[in-house]
């Protein structure tokens, strides 16, 4: 018989799984070495090794070393080891199979009294500026992802949106060795690459943003070349993602590329009632189309000369068909073609004239587009667009002396220029932003240090005969001090959110007969005023982290109702005073091989409409009340490669001047396995696996009537995913951070 009398698939499996044969039949090495708390090798140390239900005893050589042996296709990807000595506390522990290097376990010495003395890892490295945290991948398959290894870390919680930092309610922006990345790309990262994981509360200068989250890779290794392709598609509903990348580098370049497409079909519900009576029942099907692109290279001409240029491209197209029934009307079912995309290019240039000084120069371009076709209640395109050019330069510096004291400091100016094109309206609006800011941080003994941030910012609208020009002084002061139950630090920051181009379109954006949005060409920004005090300590191997906070906003951006019950308009119209306590709790147990990640915080809101609007506006003008918020993650490293991970997340009730919407649950599981030497990875993942969170009602305030609606969103997914990787492991360097445009939203 010939190959061509078998079916292609049943080849493809059957080379699949040779390959997979093949390589699995290697013997592997681990290498371990024993020494106690000094670093001098332990002579004569008892060593069991429990490997997939067998049980190997050894002892320690001379130079406290043991070198265990087996086949790769019989053994477990992560082996039990036992030590025990007369003269030292027994060790048991977890190590990976899979490991390169020589495998160091230490042991902690017995008191005279026989009390057994354990010490306990470093969790963190906290002062005023950041928190450090040096990222442990135990209890992770060798192939993890970053974003599994961050969902452990105290204090980060992961959300449908992105990362947040506990007690935010905004996410935090993401940045690879300083370089701002989206969550796509993070999530394409080996866990293994990252030596360190750095959490700011404030940014140099963040707007949108609560918060950064910097990770900093291990230090460079030799040339190599290293990609993964991976495909998923969905169970329950028809959809599907591929996502492949490659990553080069040489002594003098380095060249990273990652592109995706993601198709989904979505299904989702929409019931208004007022006074009880229904009013308008929708049901929308979409076809929703995803893609990303994108490459960086990265050029090191000399130890203190470097350059860095990227570029990318983004965007979705939806098709959705509608069917809307309204009291008086008769059913219509209208479609809409959505069109976005966006293109995001960016250079950096980096100068170290010393190893603690550094000089940087950088540009940006962003364009995106936007385009809706609609055909109710007559057919209409909708457009936008925008053109956006930033310069930037910067001083870094930590070899500064003033007062005695050493300060690390930066001083940078910012400059953007935005073109638009609204999206109902053929007329241009331009903005103009300038910022300068100035950072210092420095110690002021062995316990308290210092953080202080100040950014001046002036900015300009020009829109028909409009014209608005703002001044902004926006200081951050946090005080920190280290003692031995843990860190204690206060911090003050005030930030600005300025209005998104959308918000500022005059015209109606029509949706349908009970839902019309217009904008506001005088729109001014919104301000607040933060106050936090935070407590991070270690109790063990557990953490905990507590934070409470009081933010207040005033000259909210808000939706209102003032001419009729059926159009919202965007106003400065609102205050925000917030009061929240945060508590998180990370905790590893047997061996960092089960770990725990829980957080539970409240709020109370009180949202009042301002004395001006009061008389005209449609809504009642107060809401105030309790909400509770929560996030679980338990993971769990099997033997035989199998992974486990839990998560969940809850947000009670969220509140706006208009409306408060009422939300359940979310938990989502996966089932992870390596395959072939780690080179193949079959994941299943179940995204809201109760279908709670799919359903949310919103209650709006209004002075005529009782108004309700209630959804149900297409959040219930189940996943299987391919993994295959290529080539071998390295580590890249970094030039600087690119330029992250965050005070406006686009889409």
Known sequence: LSLQTYP???VIVLALYLYCFTASAQESILKLRITDTNGQPVKGAQIRIGDCGKSVDAVSDDNGCYDYRAMTSDSCRTIRVHVAHFIYASLDTIVSFSAKEEQTLILAPVSLNEVKVVGYRRISKVNAEKTVFQLDTKGLLETAR?????????????TGQGFTLLGQSRTAKLLLDGIEIDEEALRKIDAKDIAKVEIRKVGNNEDKYAGEINLIRKKSRTMQIKGSVDVSGQMITPGTEITPDVSYRSDKVEVTALASHHYSYQSTNLTTTKDG?????????AHVHQYYGGMRTNLFFSPKWMASAGYSISGYNTYRKSMLSM??????HPKLNEEYTSHFANAITRYNPTP????LAKMRYFYYTNTDKVDVPTPYNYRGRMHELTGEVLYETDSLRLFGLSHSSTIGYKSIYRHHLLTTSSMIYNTYVQQFYLKDWFALSNRFDLLALLRGEWDSYSFSQTHLKHFSLLPTLTLNYNGNFGSLSATYNRRIERPS???LNPEIYYLN??????GNTSLSPQFTDRISIDYTGQIQNSYITVEASLEHTKDIITQIYKDDHTTATYENAGRDRTYRLNVGFSKPFFSNALNLNVSIGTAYTVLSLSPAYKTGALI???NTGWSVTSTLNISYMAPKNWFFDLSGSYTDKERTLNATTYMKPMLNFTVQKSLCNNRLDLSLMYMDMFAWNQYRRTVYRLKDFKQKSKYRFATSMLFITLSYRFGKDFHKRSVGDTIENDDITTK
């Open 8 to 10: 292609k698939s049943f």
């Open 146 to 158: 970053i974003h599994q290894a961050l969902c452990r870390l105290p204090c980060v919680i992961e």
């Open 277 to 285: 009576v229904e009013q308008l029942r929708s049901e929308n099907k």
């Open 327 to 332: 009291v008086g009307m008769p059913d219509s």
């Open 356 to 359: 603690r000084d550094k000089i």
């Open 501 to 503: 181009i959308d918000y």
């Open 513 to 518: 007969e009970y839902e019309k949005i217009k």
């Open 620 to 622: 009642m003008g107060r």
